[in-house]
Structures are given as C-alpha cells and as structure tokens.
Nanobody, 116 residues
C-alpha cells in the first residue's frame, strides 16, 4: 500500500496550491479519504474529509478556502487550497480510512509553506 502526496511548495499569502494523493494497493473507492496537517510545534489536525459517497467535511479554519475532491477512476484525492495564509504552513498528510473496519494508511506528507 502506498499513498503518495504531491503538489506542496512555497506560495505567497493569498496564493493557491493543489495537493494530490495517489493511492495504490487499496480498493480506493471503499475508503474515506482525509487530509491532515501538522504545523511546526503543533499536533496533527484534520483539515478535510471526503466520504466514499463524496460528502465533504472541513475544519472551520479552512472552510470557504479549501476544497477536497476525489477521482475514484484515478485512485486520487485532491485538496485545492485558495487564499492561503501563513498559518496554513504545515506538512500535509493524506490518510485513508476504511471506515467500516480494517487497516488505515498514512502518506509521507508534503510540505506547504505560505510566506512572502
């Protein structure tokens, strides 16, 4: 099983980034997919979730700015991040949750830095 995040980088405040997480080795369509982030000196927090049915949930801090989506044909989940703020700086992790039981999986993370 492998979750490969990509799309991170350095962006100025107000800018945008699109993160991708490509999954292999799992039946992607039966997993709820999640994005977490961990800022410097902080705990790892949930950013957004998308269910198997495509229902989305967002942390209050990113509502209206971030959009999570999934493409089951490509085994990929995305996080579109707009109006980025310095406090969005973190390592962003993809997390596959089987929801109905079974093993969950983490990706290795991708660094997002928002700075002028």
């Amino acid at each position: 099983v492998h979750l490969a995040e990509s799309g991170g980088g350095l962006v100025q405040p107000g800018g945008s980034l699109r993160l991708s997480c490509a999954a292999s080795g799992i039946v992607f369509s039966v997993y709820a997919m999640n994005w977490y982030r961990q800022g410097p000196g902080k705990q790892r927090d949930l950013v957004a979730t998308i269910s198997r049915e495509g229902n989305a949930y967002y942390a209050d801090s990113v509502k209206g700015r971030f959009t999570i989506s999934r493409d089951n044909a490509k085994n990929t989940v995305y996080l579109q991040m707009n109006s980025l703020k310095p406090e969005d700086t973190a390592i962003y992790y993809c997390y596959a949750d089987p929801a109905a039981g079974g093993e969950a999986f983490w990706g290795q993370g991708t660094q997002v830095t928002v700075s002028s």
